[in-house]
């Protein structure tokens, strides 16, 4: 390979680890053109797959500051698959290939800045799909926007009720205030009575005797 043709290798690999959001590197020695064609379809646009230098990409890794994280695992046959779209979903094609096809051995990535072992990466192939976690999150707010349309539909039902409870109490009050009404009148003027009655025996006492 020529000098410049290195150049440009180099800097289109720096420019697959920069704006990827994952880089898993595999063994893919055993592995046919048929089959390699056939793992690319099976990344589905998640990831795309390369076969690479280890030389060239060790001097990508380290301009793209990844070499730290990568350089240990190139050695011996390389090819990286450079995730561009959902993570887990490039982790689960990767594992349903390998499980087809053994020759494919995962050696490790970089998945968001952080180091992945084999394990951790099909492990991440476990979880939900990104479209599945959206789905998942757009039916929980839907139930819950749901519950809260109930709710207000209610509230006119349950004011109604209230107020017909406060009525039903004020009428089932109103007939012992009624009652109550006379007594307290009649207790009032039997008090008024008895006032003057006293008033007048007072003034009885205090007449002189010898007028008349």
């Known amino acids: 390979m020529a000098n410049a043709e290195k150049v440009a290798a180099v800097a289109e690999l720096k420019e697959r680890f920069e704006t990827s959001s994952g880089a898993v590197l595999a063994n893919y020695r055993g592995l046919t053109v048929a089959q390699l ?14 076969v690479v230098k280890n030389t ?64 951790e990466i099909d492990r991440l192939a476990d979880l939900e799909s990104r479209d599945v976690l959206l789905a998942m999150l757009a039916g929980a707010m839907k139930a819950s926007m749901a519950r809260a349309a109930a709710t207000m539909a209610a509230l006119p ?10 009525e039903a ?14 007594a307290a009148a009649t207790e009032t003027e039997d008090s008024q009575n008895n006032e003057d009655a006293a008033a007048d025996v007072a003034a009885q006492a205090t007449e002189d005797p010898t007028e008349d």
């Open 157 to 166: 039902t349950q004011m109604a009720r209230l107020a017909g409870a406060l």
């Open 37 to 50: 064609a056939d793992l690319r379809r099976a990344l589905n646009g998640h990831a795309s797959f390369a």
């Open 56 to 119: 060239l990409t060790k001097l990508a890794a380290t301009e793209a500051g990844v070499a730290d994280q990568l350089g240990d695992l190139l050695t011996g046959p390389s090819a990286i698959a450079f995730v561009k779209g959902d993570v887990v979903e490039a982790a689960k094609g990767l594992r349903e290939f390998a499980k087809a096809n053994p020759a494919l051995e995962i050696k490790g990535g970089i998945i968001d800045g952080k180091s992945m072992t084999p394990p």
């Open 169 to 182: 109490k004020r009428a089932a009050e109103a007939p012992a205030a009624e009652a109550a009404a006379p």
